[in-house]
């Protein structure tokens, strides 16, 4: 479907770019027939009609397939978001902040993603495109204590990978803030589709990152549960990268290499191919991937 709607995109281009020429013809002979006194006008009048309805057809077609690729691309939303289960935790924050794409990232030993809930699927894509890009907002928080807040043009001069990629989904501001103690924890992320975040978000966003990190901390085991899977259950974070880590144990044993260079290696294949990491994780827990 991905592969479908990038078609139909550059369909669009195309068909936007045939209405351009056709225009400019048109104009030209529109020109020629104004400053013409002679029986020629009736003839460049005639080329120019011609030259507008080609125009209108062009212009006709990209409509249409712009139309489809919109269809679609709602589709794959849709699929991708019955796909998901969002976090009670990552679905409140987005409502309490007004933006309704939001992760709640908590971080292992190494700062990899341990768990991660995403309140839709925009959210979910954002996270997976600082995977695969090797940096983003989650990235940047490495030992800071304070938020990071980038909007418009400055994503791409920020993240010049990351930045044009996640403007792509439509995100045009990002939000990123620690879980105390200074993001070891892990972040909360926020990503607007209006290149700004207000202030009173920006503020709303660090008093639930506090507020989730202090519950977080205090979680205690109960009912035959780890204290880890204590708070999954307390928060309703999802741990959705169970696979990825399980996919890097197998990959580090079968090629005798660190977990590290076999998280590597699952980041690379799934930019290589396009795909989630976590797909690609999946396809080597339960298919046999072997990345040789």
Known sequence: MRASIADLR?????????AAAQA????????????????????????AATHRRAEACHRAAALLHERHAARMQAQLYEAESKMLRPGFAAATAAAVLGVPSTTIILL???????VLAASDATARAAHNLEILMGEGPVSALAGKSTAIRVAGPALSDRWPRYGPAVTELGVQAVLAVPLPPAGGLGALCAYARQPAITDNAAAAAGRIAAALARALLTVTPSHGYSKGDSALLRFGLTDDQAVVHQAAGMLSAHRRCSINDALALLRARAFADGQPVEQVALAVVHDGLRLD
Request: aromatic share 4%; charged share 30%.
């Open 10 to 18: 550059q369909w669009v281009a195309e068909e936007r770019r045939r």
């Open 24 to 47: 400019a013809l048109a104009a030209r002979y529109e020109q020629q027939a104004a400053q013409m006194s002679t029986s020629l006008v009736l003839d460049r009048l005639r080329r």
């Open 108 to 114: 292992d030993g190494q700062r990899a993603s341990a």
